[in-house]
């Protein structure tokens, strides 16, 4: 789909750096992709709450361990 975009060409050009991208497209396609996914996840950590661990330093060498 053609739109156009009216952006701030500092801030694109630095997120295309940073992405390691040479095409303006490809770079705002990639920072909504990233954008969504973000939001995402933090609608997905409200609904779930928090979550108390009671792990020692030992505890947690042994989970890595069993993995």
Known sequence: MRT???VNR????EAMRLANVKKMT??????????VYRRKMEELAS????????????GLEQLRRDE
Do not use: C, P
Request: glycine share 4%; aromatic share 6%.
């Open 4 to 6: 156009t975009l009216y």
């Open 10 to 13: 500092k801030l694109l050009k």
């Open 26 to 35: 490809e770079t705002v396609n990639l920072a909504l992709a990233e954008f």
């Open 47 to 58: 609904r779930l709450g928090t979550l108390e661990l009671n792990l020692t330093q030992a």
